[in-house]
Every structure is written in structure tokens, then in C-alpha cells.
């Protein structure tokens, strides 16, 4: 037996399928595609860059995010995927004896990581209607994490109930996971004016439809943008690499494209949801590009494996009790949508 060796249960990612024709609702995907611009980058970016090494602050991109989100540069941090953003978080904010507290049904990296990472943590549950209870965060504690709106269960938290959240804990870091936000939700950017303990992460996955270029950002007050870095640079400093900034850097100028997309999955959301709820299905009111359903006169398992027989891949999640009878379906298209639905009333009808 070989010593020294980490034991840990890792994060499980949705199912990767490649099979032609198929409908892929699982990973929460952008079924639109990236803006034209990034299509016209690729054809002319020059492949001698690759050479070098990337740039070690994504200034550029940095520069166009701030423009967009009315914020300083030196506010942001770049990363590879959220992800990225959120683990190094964990690693140059929670170092509290106190356990790090978030809710018992969210992202379930956040676990993960507190484990990796060796960092005490504390799962508060969620109410019964899947909603994070503000009382139940004003406890010490080593840091707070939020997704919001959460996943899986789609819900979005008011940024007023956010800021008592943060007002009460002005002694930790409080990260705000907005990887959604585009999609209904409220950022809590604003915030930024007033605390100097809150730090946000968002994603070009999402949104952007960039989920495989792997880029996302952090942003907060200099003072916890300084530490992060400090973390970045001692882990990975070329953590981006050049041609995903620039292509980034391309999706943020032509943003107006994104907003039209996440607008038109909204839409699509919104009717799906009525659709399921006029077919007796339980649908959590969300506010991401997902949503999360209990089926009726059929269990959750039934529906998945009738889906998956005619390639419709959605979230399955059997071994989480409180949803083990739910799955969670993303948004695509209309039209893809339109086929989900004939497919479910065939079984359940």
C-alpha cells in the first residue's frame, strides 16, 4: 500500500454523448451558438501566437469586461472556467478554523473542493420549496458560497435578501456564484459599492455559449482580487490561454448578441414550464437556462431512461434524496423542446 495518497470522491460531470441526432439537455448548454464574431476570429487569428506563452492578466479582456460591467479592471480576474475562478476562491478565502456554510442542495463542486482543499464546511438544508432560508446564514462561519440563481434547482434569491446576507457578515467573504444570471436573475454587482467581503464568478459557458472554451471571471474589491492573484500565480499564472482571451474578449464586445439568446431561452423556458405544469408535472419557478421537474404518473428514472431510448439526454440525480425523483432538463431550442415534450406526453399520456 503505497502512502501519501489522497482519498477523495470527485465531482461527477453530466454524461458527454457524441452520437449523431441526438438532443443533448444535461450540461445546461447554450443551444445558440456563439456571436458570428467569434466564427470570423477563428478564420484570421494567427497561429504563430501559439509560440508564446499567453499574457499573464488578460488585460484586454479584462479592459472589455469592466466596460461592460461598469466596474475597474482591476476588479477582475480571469480564469480558466468558473471553476478555475471558484477553486482558487476557496483556496484564498476559507482558511478559517470556522466552517465555510452553503446550502445542502446547490453546485455540488463546492463539496468537493472544501474537501480537496481540507477546509471545513457545513451544508445548510434548503427550505421546502428549495429556497435558501436568509436566517439561516447569519451563524459564524469561515465564508459563505451562494449560487444564485442556484442549481439545480434553478431558483433565484432577491438581491435585497442577498445583501442582508452579506451586511451580517462583513468579517468573511461572501462568493457569489452567478453563472446564471443572465437568464433571469439579478446580479449582485451593485454590492460591490458598498462591502468590501463579496466576490462574484460568472461563466462564458452559459451565457456566451462558450462552455468549451473554458473561460470564466471573478470580481470584487482590489484587496480580493490582489490575493487572488497571489493564489493564481502560485498555482498556474499562464491559466488562460491566448486564443480563448481573444475569443472571449470578441463575445463581450458583440454582447448585444448574447442578450437577444438568453431572451429567446427564457421564452422557450417559460413555455416548456407551463407545458409540463399543464401535464401535472412539479416545475421549481426558475430563473437559469434549466429547469428542474417531478414527474407525474411516471417516476423520475422512467422518464429519463423513455428520454435517453430516443437520445434525449437530461440530469438524473438518484442518489440526492430530496431530488431523486426530479430531473433537471436545460433549454434548448424550440424546436428541440417542442420534440422533448411530444416524446414525454407519448409515455405519460
Known amino acids: 500500500m503505497l502512502k501519501g495518497l489522497r482519498q477523495i470522491e470527485p465531482y461527477v460531470a453530466g454524461f458527454q454523448p457524441k452520437e449523431k441526432d441526438m438532443i443533448k439537455l444535461n450540461t445546461n ?10 466564427q470570423e476570429l477563428l478564420k484570421v487569428f494567427d497561429v504563430n501566437r501559439l509560440t508564446r506563452y499567453s499574457s499573464l492578466d488578460q488585460a484586454d479582456l479584462r479592459e472589455a469586461l469592466a466596460g461592460q460591467l461598469g466596474v475597474s479592471a482591476d476588479q477582475i480576474i480571469v480564469g480558466n472556467g ?31 473542493w472544501a474537501d480537496l482543499y481540507h477546509i471545513p464546511y457545513h451544508e445548510i438544508p434548503l427550505n421546502d420549496r428549495f429556497e435558501i432560508e436568509t436566517v439561516d446564514y447569519f451563524a459564524d462561519n469561515g465564508g459563505i458560497i451562494l449560487a444564485n440563481p442556484n442549481a439545480p434547482t434553478g431558483i433565484f434569491k432577491p438581491l435585497e435578501e442577498i445583501e442582508e446576507i452579506v451586511k451580517a457578515n462583513q468579517d468573511v467573504v461572501v462568493v457569489i456564484d452567478e453563472a446564471y444570471v443572465s437568464f433571469g436573475g439579478q446580479s449582485a454587482l451593485p454590492l460591490l459599492q458598498k462591502y468590501d467581503n463579496v466576490f462574484i464568478t460568472r461563466t462564458f459557458s452559459k451565457d456566451a455559449a462558450l462552455a468549451g472554451l473554458r473561460v470564466g471571471y471573478g470580481i470584487g474589491s482590489p484587496q480580493l482580487i490582489a490575493i487572488i492573484n497571489a493564489v493564481k500565480n502560485s498555482v498556474n499564472p499562464y491559466n488562460v490561454d491566448s486564443l480563448a482571451e481573444e475569443i472571449a474578449t470578441v463575445a463581450v464586445k458583440d454582447w448585444s448578441y448574447y442578450e ?35 414527474p407525474k404518473g411516471v417516476t423520475a428514472q422512467a422518464l429519463f431512461s423513455y428520454l435517453e431510448a430516443h437520445k434525449i439526454y437530461v440530469r438524473y440525480f438518484p442518489k440526492v434524496d430530496r431530488i431523486s425523483n426530479k430531473l433537471r432538463i436545460s433549454i434548448g431550442t424550440q424546436a428541440e423542446m417542442e420534440r422533448v415534450l411530444d416524446v414525454i406526453k407519448e409515455l405519460v399520456e
Do not use: H
Open 29 to 38: 448548454e447554450n443551444a445558440y451558438g456563439p456571436s458570428p464574431k467569434v
Open 82 to 112: 468558473s471553476d478555475d475562478i471558484l477553486s482558487m476562491a476557496f483556496l484564498a478565502f476559507f482558511n478559517s478554523d470556522e466552517p465555510v456554510v452553503f446550502p445542502d442542495l446547490t453546485y455540488g463542486f463546492y463539496k468537493v
Open 260 to 294: 437577444k439568446s438568453c431572451q429567446t431561452i427564457c421564452q422557450t423556458r417559460d413555455w416548456f414550464a407551463g407545458e409540463l405544469q399543464a401535464l401535472g408535472f412539479d416545475v421549481l419557478p426558475s430563473k437559469t437556462n434549466f429547469v428542474l421537474v417531478e
